[in-house]
């Protein structure tokens, strides 16, 4: 499947290059995640990062064909880092298909994973995950449903005022329901409440006192809006508030996803917009917005551009893990056999991965780069500015002993100073890349 997704991003990025549209193709941050299709953005802030767990469309899907979520992450909201697979239906012995949008929240040092899906005997229903850390491995928390009849989409949310959570979710109709302090039970009905031409895909969230549901719903377009209504209490009633991002792109759904973070707020959905995109291959994308002053939320299109940047990303202090990417053509991602991390794989003549925003400072000396080949002929080149910029390293990857024997090849830097985009360019193929880190040069060397 993964092979597959690669060469056929690769032959649309070349067919953008040959029609001229590859500066759009290089330069765009948004959708966030290339190296698969990604659905149904649940962001989460925790430990002072952005948590993003998505859902996965298999390539070359011609209905909705969804078998694992996914989780990424980032201090910067533009390079994200590949954590790779966090559960799929098989984390669910009676769950047969349909990994459709899941939500974590932590509470009490435990991650709890909402997901749907279809059960073995049919019908959908809700499960919960869970884990000790937020990155997985997260295990089936109760053996059985916790919503066993109907319900897609569940969104979560923990009242900071008294510790009440509630899930809310729905097809058609929206439903909510309280949950217990253990987070695997609830309490009292399931409650339907109305909310204006409610598909699905709600995502609730609090700010400043005032209640959010945000939804998907029907756009003019044809395809589906995200609008929002708020509340006075997690319960409603909703007052409708209108549309935040109107009907557009290639997918017919959207989902939302919101957040704040180092003092911006976060609009998260997913569109058609990588390569080969449509409704069954989407893709997560991010806008950074501003609430009004009272409270509103603005409406927003699509766009490639995405949120800048927040800070500058240091290539000194500690490896950087090569799955970190801000945007990145033909190549993907792997898990290690031993279950130790992700890295970089498939690569071929001409994929490259941007990282945006490096702070080379005074300079660079010399840069390490983990990697693993069964044969030697591999090439990576290290650019900046853009994927035909400025050579700064050009490092031969030779035969380390296997595909999974990892070694570490340091090549010398010249050229780079200063904040850049940094482009690894690779040539040849059959190895792997696992993490970077540059050297300072030493002040005599300046
Ligand atoms: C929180 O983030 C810091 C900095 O990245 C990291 O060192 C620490 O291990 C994280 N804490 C937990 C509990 O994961
Ligand atoms: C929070 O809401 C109050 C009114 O309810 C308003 O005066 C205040 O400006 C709001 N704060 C922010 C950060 O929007």
């Known amino acids: 499947m993964l092979g597959h997704t690669k060469s056929m991003l690769r032959g649309?990025?070349?067919?953008a290059v040959l029609l001229g549209g590859s500066v759009h193709v290089a330069v765009a941050d948004n959708p966030i995640i290339q190296t698969l299709y990604s659905t149904d953005p649940a962001p989460y802030v925790w430990n002072n990062t952005v948590w993003l767990f998505t859902g996965h469309d298999e390539t070359g899907a011609k209905n909705y064909d969804m078998r694992d979520w996914r989780l990424y992450s980032s201090t910067d909201m533009v390079n994200w880092r590949d954590w790779g697979v966090m559960m799929s239906l098989k984390t669910f012995s009676w769950a047969k298909a349909d990994a459709w949008a899941g939500q974590v929240i932590e509470r009490d040092g435990k991650f709890y994973y909402y997901v749907p899906v279809t059960k073995n005997s049919g019908g959908y229903a809700i499960g919960i995950g869970v884990s000790d850390k937020i990155t997985g491995p997260y295990k089936d928390a109760l053996g059985k449903q916790l919503l066993a009849n109907g319900g897609i989409d569940p969104t979560v949310f923990i009242d900071d005022a008294d510790g009440q959570a509630y899930m809310y979710w729905g097809h058609s109709?929206?439903?909510?329901?309280?949950?217990?302090?253990?987070?695997?039970?609830?309490?009292?009905?399931?409650?339907?409440?109305?909310?204006?031409?409610f598909i699905e895909g709600p995502w609730l969230h609090k700010r400043n006192?005032?209640?959010y549901l945000t939804y998907s719903s029907m756009g003019s377009g044809g395809n589906e809006d995200i609008k929002y209504a708020t509340s006075t209490k997690p319960t409603g009633p909703w007052t409708s508030k209108g549309t935040i991002m109107p009907s557009q792109g290639k997918s017919f759904t959207n989902h939302a996803g919101i957040i704040d973070y180092k003092g911006g707020s976060y609009f998260f959905y997913h569109n058609g917009a990588l390569p080969g995109g449509g409704t069954y291959s989407r893709s997560v994308c991010v806008e950074k917005f501003t609430y009004g002053t009272d409270g509103s939320i603005p409406k927003m299109t699509m766009t490639d551009a995405g949120a800048p940047q927040i800070e500058p990303l240091d290539p000194y202090t500690q490896p950087v893990e090569a799955e970190t990417i801000a945007f990145s053509s033909g190549l993907t991602t792997a898990a290690k056999s031993d279950g130790t991390g992700i890295y970089v794989t498939s690569v071929s003549?001409?994929?490259?991965?941007?990282?945006?925003?490096?702070?080379?400072?005074?300079?660079?000396?010399?840069?390490?780069?983990?990697?693993?080949?069964?044969?030697?002929?591999?090439?990576?080149?290290?650019?900046?500015?853009?994927?035909?910029?400025?050579?700064?390293?050009?490092?031969?990857?030779?035969?380390?002993?296997?595909a999974q024997t990892w070694k570490t090849v340091s090549c010398p830097v010249t050229g780079a100073t200063g904040k850049q985009d940094l482009f690894f360019k690779f040539?040849?193929?059959?190895?792997n890349f696992d993490w970077w880190q540059f050297k300072k040069q030493t002040a005599a060397a300046v």
């Open 427 to 431: 040539s040849g193929s059959g190895y």
């Open 349 to 402: 003549n001409g994929d490259y991965i941007k990282v945006k925003g490096v702070d080379f400072a005074a300079g660079a000396s010399s840069v390490d780069l983990r990697v693993a080949a069964a044969a030697s002929g591999g090439k990576i080149e290290l650019r900046v500015g853009s994927q035909t910029g400025t050579v700064i390293a050009t490092c031969a990857v030779d035969a380390t002993g296997g």
């Open 12 to 15: 649309i990025a070349v067919a």
């Open 173 to 197: 109709a929206p439903y909510y329901v309280k949950l217990n302090k253990d987070m695997l039970s609830y309490s009292g009905s399931l409650t339907s409440t109305s909310l204006q031409n």
């Open 209 to 211: 006192g005032t209640w």
